[in-house]
């Protein structure tokens, strides 16, 4: 009895060390990928300088600016609504059903 017990560990720890090595092979070859892609697009600097000014005001008047975000997000939502109906009156959606169709579905 100990001895298949001792065999069933064995497998085990086989399969789990097979597994960690296996791993560790595609993490670091996802590791390589990472870096030849940085090596290939290096970072650039961001120049603050343009958007300075109005970051500084957003700052001194900050109830000004979140009340331009908060009428800008009701335009968002008022666009997305008229897309909503512009797309719903298309004649792809407005079909005409047919007779079964008809059918069915009135009384």
């Not at 092979?25 to 940085?38: G, Q």
């Not at 970051?55 to 609504?81: G, I, T």
């Not at 109906?85 to 407005?94: E, G, H, K, L, P």
């Amino acid at each position: 009895m100990l001895h298949w017990l001792t065999f069933w560990l064995v497998v085990l720890a086989s399969l789990i060390a097979y597994l960690c090595v296996s791993v560790g092979f595609r993490f670091r070859a996802e590791v390589a990928s990472w870096r030849a892609l940085e090596r290939q697009f290096p970072g650039r600097a961001l120049d603050v300088s343009a958007i300075a000014p109005a970051l500084q005001d957003a700052r001194d008047h900050y109830s000004e600016a979140a009340r331009y975000r908060s009428r800008c997000a009701f335009y968002r939502a008022e666009l997305l609504a008229a897309a909503r109906r512009a797309v719903a009156r298309s004649s792809y959606f407005s079909r005409e059903r047919h007779e079964y169709e008809k059918q069915e579905h009135d009384p």
